[in-house]
């Protein structure tokens, strides 16, 4: 069972890292500013959602 959850665990950390990644460089190519860029990377998904469904 703990191995189990250890691969979900790994999972989600990946999945946030790419979200936090993926804003950060769709804030930077947008915005042009390091302190949009951190605040769209702390939002991470969120903000990729709000950008696919807005641009």
Do not use: D, P
Not at 31 to 36: D, G, K, R, V
């Amino acid at each position: 069972m703990a191995n189990s959850t250890n691969k979900v665990t790994e999972s989600v950390r990946g999945g946030i890292t790419l979200g936090s990644a993926l804003a950060i460089a769709i804030s930077w190519s947008v915005n042009e500013s390091i302190l949009w860029a951190i605040i769209h990377g702390l939002l991470s998904w969120l903000y990729v959602l709000y950008y696919a469904l807005f641009y």
